[in-house]
């Protein structure tokens, strides 16, 4: 074997692939039974300044100078290696063509603002979303792929709820649709793609990473890879141990898949590598609801825009509002887990969700309809005080925080945090702009929720045969042409969304409250890599033979989550960089020394 790759989500198989386009023999290990890790229950959208994608029909400019003064923006001009971000921002457009050229699979871009909407070089095209994708070419591989999660989101400016009655025997979205796709190309390249077979040691030969053991039928086996090992097997969110070490604390819920215990950062400290970003993590509030889980663990719903719709705000056990409601996900959930430095507790974790029944009636929440049956994991109360009392949230605090929130919100204004101000925040908002408050979302939420659910689950056979025919195809750039212009001209009113689609007061009884834990994506730390995805040792020399990518490796933009896809976008341009140089890699003379770490 040439080169081994240690994980199989986005970035391990990217690197696959990649090695394999360079001719490279290429082996894929999976500690899992299934393939993808956090990219397979992702929306696998990839950030990609300047793709180049239907810009015309998006009517959004992007250059490589805007995106660097948005990426180095906020003092990271500072922090941030400049060979990474550079190699990032030209390579980036480069592998989303290189995936469409070797895979059956096609990217849409939409209008979406990066999650930093209101500084300098900010964009709202950069997001490719996954088009649909056959599951037909993978045969029974097919099978390894976890089928798409949904997190039941009250509201999102993309229609998504037409897709609400697809299946997946005939075409794949989002994550899967992006893991499937690859791993497709990957096997049709002749890459040994294993699962249930954990990397536990890495094989040294001189100075020299040249294989790994593998665990497999509880039987260790060695494997040697001539060129290298590239780890791409994730973060550490899942490990208590090294979250205690690294994060303060462990996570109470999970937003990701098992796997992620830290097994890069372990292999990648025996060879003396020097880790970076440890500190950091791609961080998301999450909501367990209960019974839901993944693979026998308990796994959270990641909450998004539920936090930015009106009638509501979210505060900690004083019942003080600690930040920002509509914040993207990455700086709300690092809010949540600020340490108080006096008590070395986290003060904003858990949090609670704070609504009125205008929300409950407008909204509803993780898809249960407008005006709905209450769920049992909602707190209901007639009054704020009552509520306070049924959560353990202090009554005068909260009561104070409401009385000061609610004469502002009714004039769309937050002096406290600023909600609305950002074009982000109000993305997510209640607005309705062909028809305001005569739409039927405003008028009748609840029966208009329904009634599209009908149509979704009416139409979701043919819509399926539909899309799978066209997935089949193959052609990006039709599929694209028919889909792109149309989704602009539903999306691009919203960007005028008013600070009054995220503010509301809450001030109509019974009032709820939803329990919500800081948690991760993943982690950012790992090995630390230079702009090709080889590994480096303490002093900053080349670790020859190990290669990182992905959650695994290092932290190119150290913890910056520019966008939708943001961090996709770093596991397959630096899985692409690292799969490429690893193959190139020119093949060592044997020798006599060698050991497992």
Not at 148 to 156: D, E, H, P, Q, V
Not at 276 to 294: F, H, I, K, N, R
Not at 373 to 387: F, G, I, N, T
């Amino acid at each position: 074997m040439d080169v081994a790759v240690v994980g199989s989500g986005g970035a391990g198989l990217m690197g696959a692939l990649t090695a394999a386009k360079e001719g490279a023999r290429v082996l894929v290990v999976e500690s899992r039974e299934l393939v993808g890790g956090a990219t397979g229950i992702s929306a696998g959208a990839a950030w990609i300044p300047n793709h180049g994608f239907s810009t015309d029909d998006l009517k959004v400019h992007d250059d490589l100078d805007q995106a660097r003064r948005y990426i180095y923006g906020e003092g990271r001009d500072q922090i941030l290696d400049r060979d990474m971000v550079e190699k990032f921002l030209q390579t980036g457009p480069h592998v989303a063509r290189f995936i469409e050229q070797h895979t059956s699979f096609g990217w849409i871009p939409t209008i979406w603002p990066d999650y930093r909407s209101d500084i300098e070089g900010a964009s709202v095209g950069r997001s490719l979303f996954p088009g649909p994708y056959s599951p037909a070419g993978l045969g029974e591989a097919a099978k390894y792929v976890r089928p798409a999660l949904t997190t039941g989101m009250a509201k999102n400016p993309l229609p998504f709820w037409l897709l609400g009655g697809i299946g997946i025997d005939d075409v794949w979205l989002a994550g899967p649709a992006l893991v499937g796709a690859l791993l497709e190309a990957c096997l049709r390249n002749g890459v040994d793609v294993r699962v249930e077979a954990p990397a536990t040691r890495l094989v040294i030969e001189g100075s020299e990473v040249r294989g790994i053991v593998v665990q497999a039928g509880g039987t260790d086996h060695t494997v040697r890879a001539t060129k290298g090992v590239l780890l791409a097997s994730g973060g550490f969110e899942s490990s208590n141990e090294l979250t205690e070490t690294y994060l303060n604390a462990p996570f109470a819920v999970q937003v990701s898949p098992k796997g992620h215990d830290g097994i890069a950062v372990q292999l990648a400290k025996e060879v003396g590598a020097d880790l970076t970003g440890m500190e950091d993590a791609w961080w998301m509030p999450g909501v367990q609801l209960p019974g839901e889980e993944l693979e026998g663990r308990p796994l959270s719903r990641v909450f998004l825009g539920e936090r930015a719709l009106p009638h509501s705000i979210m505060v900690n056990r004083a019942g003080k509002r600690f930040a920002n409601e509509a914040l993207a996900y990455d700086q709300f959930g690092a809010i949540m887990r600020e340490v108080d430095p006096e008590t070395g507790a986290m003060p904003n974790d858990p949090a609670w969700l704070i609504f009125d029944h205008d929300y409950w009636r407008k909204f509803g929440i993780f898809g249960v309809p407008p005006g709905g049956e209450v769920p049992d994991y909602l707190h209901r109360a007639d009054s704020l005080s009552e509520l306070a009392s049924k959560i353990g949230v202090d009554e005068v605090g909260l009561l104070r925080t409401v009385d000061r929130f609610n004469p502002e919100a009714r004039r769309a204004r937050d002096p406290e945090f600023g909600r609305g101000d950002a074009l982000f925040d109000r993305y997510f908002g209640a607005f309705y702009p062909r028809l305001g408050r005569f739409s039927p979302d405003a008028l009748l939420p609840g029966l208009t929720a329904k009634a599209r659910a009908r149509v979704a689950a009416a139409i979701g056979p043919v819509v399926s045969k539909l899309a799978g025919r066209a997935a089949r195809k193959s052609d990006p750039e039709r599929m694209r042409s028919l889909v792109v212009g149309p989704l602009a001209r539903i999306i691009r009113p919203v960007l005028k969304s008013p600070k009054s689609s995220v503010l509301g007061p809450i001030d109509t009884p019974p009032y709820y409250a939803l329990e919500v834990h800081a948690s991760a994506l993943g982690t950012v730390g790992g090995p630390r890599t230079d702009a090709n995805g080889r590994a480096l040792d303490t002093d900053g020399n080349v670790i020859p033979g190990l290669f990182a990518a992905g959650n695994a490796g290092g932290a190119p933009l150290k913890g910056f989550y520019g966008g939708a896809g943001g961090t996709i976008s770093l596991g397959l341009v630096f899985g692409y960089l690292a799969g490429r140089e690893a193959a190139r890699t020119p093949t060592p003379t044997p020798t006599t020394t060698t050991h497992d770490t």
